[in-house]
């Protein structure tokens, strides 16, 4: 029921982005018109049609890899290289891509291209650009890697919901579906 309730949100709000999105084009292209002295048409058929492309435009590019932050109770965060952090029922989660098992995490940073983490059973470092994945058993372990390969400390990781809050509010909340 969250997903169908969400799904409606994002409709309304794609409608609200289109008007807003609609406006200005035919504003800048009615002004373009005015200093080359032409007659800036801006009737309502011309809205409409531009109004109903940018709504499917929109609509579409909330399915990609760098609109789609979830629906209902599950949120995405692109990370590069196609890779997603993922969260579900408040865990948050990692799958790597042309993978099946889901690597629960508590803590991340994305830093050089990798990933470094606090998962459930210790840490890890991924590599987003090649695929490959360290995992050490104890803070130190991580530490000694993290040192020698220029990688962020464990008391600067962030927790999935902190993440998700700076990168998708403030001008990606208004501007994207």
């Given at each position: 029921?969250?997903?169908?309730g969400?799904f409606?949100?994002?409709?309304?709000?794609?409608g609200i982005?289109?008007?807003?999105?609609?406006?200005?084009?035919?504003?800048?292209r009615?002004a373009?018109?005015?200093?080359?002295?032409?007659?800036?048409k801006?009737?309502?058929?011309?809205f409409?049609?531009t109004y109903?492309?940018?709504y499917?435009?929109?609509f579409v590019?909330?399915?990609?890899?760098?609109?789609?932050h979830?629906?209902?109770?599950e949120?995405?965060?692109?990370?590069?290289?196609r890779?997603?952090?993922?969260?579900?029922?408040?865990?948050?989660y990692?799958?790597?891509?042309g993978?099946?098992?889901?690597v629960?995490?508590?803590t991340?940073?994305?830093?050089?291209?990798y990933?470094c983490?606090?998962t459930?059973s210790?840490?890890?470092?991924y590599n987003?650009?090649?695929?490959?994945?360290?995992?050490?058993?104890t803070e130190?372990?991580?530490k000694?890697?993290?040192?020698?390969?220029?990688?962020?400390?464990?008391e600067l990781f962030?927790?999935?919901?902190?993440?998700?809050?700076n990168y998708w509010?403030?001008?990606?909340?208004?501007t994207?579906?």
């Amino acid at each position: 029921m969250e997903v169908i309730g969400h799904f409606i949100f994002e409709l309304f709000k794609i409608g609200i982005l289109s008007v807003v999105y609609a406006t200005l084009l035919l504003l800048i292209r009615s002004a373009f018109l005015f200093v080359q002295r032409k007659d800036p048409k801006f009737g309502k058929p011309r809205f409409f049609q531009t109004y109903r492309i940018l709504y499917g435009l929109l609509f579409v590019f909330s399915f990609t890899y760098y609109g789609d932050h979830g629906l209902g109770d599950e949120s995405k965060i692109p990370i590069g290289y196609r890779e997603t952090m993922s969260a579900g029922d408040l865990n948050a989660y990692f799958v790597p891509n042309g993978g099946t098992e889901q690597v629960g995490i508590k803590t991340y940073l994305v830093s050089n291209d990798y990933l470094c983490a606090a998962t459930d059973s210790g840490f890890m470092a991924y590599n987003l650009s090649t695929g490959r994945r360290t995992i050490f058993d104890t803070e130190q372990q991580y530490k000694t890697y993290a040192i020698g390969h220029n990688l962020p400390a464990p008391e600067l990781f962030l927790d999935f919901f902190k993440q998700y809050h700076n990168y998708w509010s403030g001008w990606r909340f208004w501007t994207m579906p």
